[in-house]
């Protein structure tokens, strides 16, 4: 008797990255560019919301995106001790 024609599965192996939608407090922070305290002072003070699984605390990344854009945005200013700081190393 013959055995029977058996598929292969040879070839690529896909693996695929799936980034997670909740993030620990040091990822949240890696992920907005800031220190944890940072992001746990949000959390403290209710700026930022977050959940807690057990012991760990998660962040959704949309509540971070939100976080993020709700932060004062930074204004230009004309500061005469730049303008006399460039004068002075120009004049130098």
Do not use: F
């Amino acid at each position: 008797m013959s055995s029977p024609a058996v598929k292969s599965c040879e070839g690529p192996l896909v693996t695929q990255s799936i980034a997670p939608r909740g993030l620990r407090v040091p990822d949240a922070a890696a992920y907005a560019g800031v220190t944890h305290w940072c992001i746990r002072t949000a959390i403290w003070t209710g700026r930022l919301k977050a959940y807690r699984a057990g012991k760990t605390i998660i962040i959704l990344r949309e509540d971070i995106d939100r976080y993020l854009n709700s932060l004062p945005e930074v204004q230009p200013n004309n500061a005469e001790w730049l303008a006399d700081r460039q004068q002075k190393a120009g004049g130098a």
